[in-house]
């Protein structure tokens, strides 16, 4: 194969990777917006994903003290893909929780609500199955146009 072929053949496969790359059709952006409480209460100051069941960047938002959202998935407030998703909300607060003491072996410590996530432990406090798609039980379909959600979590 010559050269000049080769580099055409290169430049063509390449061509579909760099139009779909630079150019300004990403994926449909919807406005999406909402409320989390718990308890009855807004939920302040906690992370709310919506991650896309076919796969792709998850929108994220983080509530306010109302308990209200805004979605970023690629800018800042730009919404979220149309599709179906799961959803998660998480709420810690980092905790000067000393080591637990070592217990005797066969003895199982009893359970409670606190993780380490990383080198810090944090203290769930909403429940911890909120934080994972697979047990929040919490969807949403985002459409076209302006998206409203509202989720109540209970204990």
């Not at 810690?92 to 000393?98: F, V």
């Amino acid at each position: 194969m010559t050269v000049i072929r080769w580099l055409f053949l290169r430049q063509a496969a390449l061509l579909p990777v760099l139009l779909v790359g630079c150019g300004t059709n990403g994926p449909e952006l919807a406005p999406v917006e909402g409320v989390v409480t718990f308890r009855g209460r807004p939920l302040v100051e906690a992370e709310v994903m919506f991650v896309p069941r076919q796969g792709g960047r998850p929108a994220v938002g983080r509530t306010d003290s109302q308990g209200r959202f805004q979605f970023t998935t690629f800018r800042e407030r730009d919404g979220a893909p149309v599709g179906e998703y799961d959803v998660t909300v998480a709420k810690c607060a980092p905790d000067a929780i000393p080591p637990a003491p070592s217990l005797p072996s066969g003895i199982v410590p009893p359970a409670n609500p606190i993780s380490i996530v990383g080198p810090v432990m944090h203290k769930w406090l909403i429940p911890e199955r909120y934080a994972n798609a697979k047990t929040s039980r919490l969807s949403a379909t985002v459409h076209s146009g302006k998206n409203a959600f509202s989720f109540e979590l209970t204990p």
